[in-house]
Nanobody, 128 residues
Framework: QLQLVESGGGLVQPGGSLRLSCAASGFGLDDAAIGWFRQAPGQERDQIAC????????FYADSVKGRFTISRDNDKNTVYLQMNSLKFEDTAIYYC?????????????????????WGQGTQVTVSS
């Protein structure tokens, strides 16, 4: 069974850092485009980053550009989201998702409907 599990969330002060992990089982993450999304209370779920199968192409939402970095460790079958300079407005539930149907090695979709597999989410709270 294909499964994604996020970890690494928690409580952090503004300006702090966290690294989220997205571990896959049942398939290889290197065969999928991977996206990170987040949903703040009362708001819609939005994409904040994605990485193509080749790792040569990444995307970041303007709200996190320059602060967050998405990366992949194929040996560990895990995708990471390094989050630095965290702000109050980064507080949300963070989800990873996989798009194994993506045929291009150089593209990751911004359409949530393209992602077939989702993790359960991990809470990130930025508070002083």
């Amino acid at each position: 069974q294909l499964q994604l599990v996020e970890s690494g969330g928690g409580l952090v002060q503004p300006g702090g850092s966290l690294r989220l992990s997205c571990a896959a089982s049942g398939f290889g993450l290197d065969d999928a485009a991977i996206g990170w999304f987040r949903q703040a209370p009362g708001q819609e779920r939005d994409q904040i980053a994605c990485i193509a199968k080749s790792d040569l192409v990444t995307f970041y939402a303007d709200s996190v550009k320059g602060r967050f970095t998405i990366s992949r460790d194929n040996d560990k079958n895990t995708v990471y989201l390094q989050m630095n300079s965290l702000k109050f407005e980064d507080t949300a539930i963070y989800y990873c998702a996989a798009d194994p149907k993506q045929t291009s090695n150089y593209y990751c979709s911004g359409d949530q409907q393209e992602y077939d597999y989702w993790g359960q989410g991990t809470q990130v709270t930025v508070s002083s």
